[in-house]
């Protein structure tokens, strides 16, 4: 059995809203394997880079724009995301069995 496998029926024997928090957990995961891949990319090319500011720029370029910087995003933007995760769960079943666990 595959490691896929493995996970999907581990998955499967949690209740619903466990689920959820795994299928979240495996989001912000690829979220944070992307962002890191990106970072290093531009700390990557920003290295190469240092030192070019006043270079002029090839005739094949210049007519090509140039991208400015992303502006900052704010974490509000994250709200609904995963909603629909939860839309069947009940708010008060969810909380009585997270306490419930509490007590082992």
């Given at each position: 059995m595959d490691t896929v496998e493995t996970i999907s029926n581990q998955?499967?024997?949690l209740p619903l809203p466990l689920q959820a928090e795994v299928l979240d957990f495996v989001e912000y995961i690829i979220y944070k394997?992307?962002?890191?891949?990106?970072?290093?990319?531009?700390?990557?090319w920003l290295t190469l880079s240092r030192g070019m500011?006043?270079?002029?720029?090839p005739s094949l370029c210049q007519?090509?724009?140039?991208?400015?910087?992303k502006t900052r995003r704010s974490?509000?933007?994250?709200?609904?995301?995963?909603?629909?995760?939860?839309?069947?769960?009940?708010?008060k079943d969810y909380?009585?069995?997270?306490r419930d666990s509490w007590d082992g």
């Open positions: 998955v499967k024997r394997t992307q962002l890191k891949s990106t970072t290093t990319k531009n700390h990557e500011e006043n270079e002029q720029i007519d090509k724009q140039v991208s400015q910087p974490i509000l933007e994250l709200r609904g995301l995963g909603k629909h995760l939860w839309q069947d769960v009940s708010v909380i009585n069995a997270e």
